[in-house]
């Protein structure tokens, strides 16, 4: 139905979500630098850490970022056109700032800045809106802003971790935030089929065949699970994978020529 009852967002990665990446790999830093080198782990919340850990897994953080960086350029210069100029490449970049150091609220699904719910709250408290459809109505605009709101909220990012001007951007930046968006994606898309091919490794065939040998054991999987070249999800993921090598591609060049 093109008219969804429910506002829920599905991005994998959002602004809600980067916010707390942004928060945990400072928690992993500060708590690194600060623990003793003859320390075996520490202590966080009740949660005990080995030190060494601190260190290696920030790398699983700084590719949610990377990924999430690539994902808001591709969507924000959208399909690569014959001719750009870096005039109408900075406009399709600039934000307006009014949301790049807001908080994001997860509500029931529906990402939205704070400070626009709060907005809401209060038209509902003063009586400017007093009813089911008022409120319903500015919900739905707040959630067809999203994709404004979260470049907005980006633009901000980009200033304050990679120094990036977006009035005029400059295209070596840029194309090295796709090639790390490039790399990133396709190492989490490739543990993500290391993990999925595990379905049908030899562990996986427990309780198939029982009543046969080891070939009645792995047909009887087989016609249970298939194989792993003829499962649609990680064919899909193979199919990902060569569009994101050809969409880096495409950027870097266009990017090369502006």
Do not use: C
Not at 67 to 96: D, H, Y
Not at 174 to 180: D, K, Q
């Amino acid at each position: 139905d093109p008219e969804k009852a429910d506002l829920i967002n599905f991005d994998f990665l959002s602004p809600y979500i980067i916010q707390r990446v942004i928060s945990s790999l400072s928690i992993l830093t500060e708590l690194y630098e600060k623990a003793s080198k003859k320390q075996e782990s520490v202590f966080y919340k009740g949660i005990r850490i080995k030190r060494l850990m601190l260190k290696s897994t920030r790398k699983y953080y700084e590719m949610a970022l990377a990924i999430f960086m690539g994902n808001q350029l591709l969507k924000r210069m959208g399909e690569v056109e014959e001719t750009v100029s870096r005039e109408s490449l900075r406009k399709k970049l600039a934000g307006n700032g009014s949301f790049r150091s807001v908080n994001w609220l997860d509500l029931a699904g529906m990402i939205a800045p704070d400070r626009v719910i709060q907005a809401l709250m209060e038209d509902v408290s003063s009586g400017k809106i007093h009813d089911l459809e008022g409120v319903n109505g500015r919900l739905r605009k707040i959630h067809d802003a999203y994709d404004e709101y979260a470049w907005d909220w980006t633009t901000g990012l980009l200033s304050e971790k990679y120094g990036m001007d977006l009035n005029d951007p400059d295209m070596g930046q840029l194309v090295e935030l796709i090639s790390s968006w490039e790399s990133e994606s396709l190492k989490m898309d490739r543990m993500i089929l290391n993990d999925a091919t595990k379905e049908y490794d030899s562990s996986s065939m427990l309780g198939f065949g029982i009543d046969g040998d080891q070939d009645v054991t792995e047909q009887d999987f087989r016609a249970v699970r298939g194989v792993p070249e003829e499962n649609k999800f990680i064919t899909g993921i193979h199919k990902e994978i060569s569009e994101i090598e050809k969409r880096a591609a495409e950027l870097k060049a266009w990017l090369g020529s502006v």
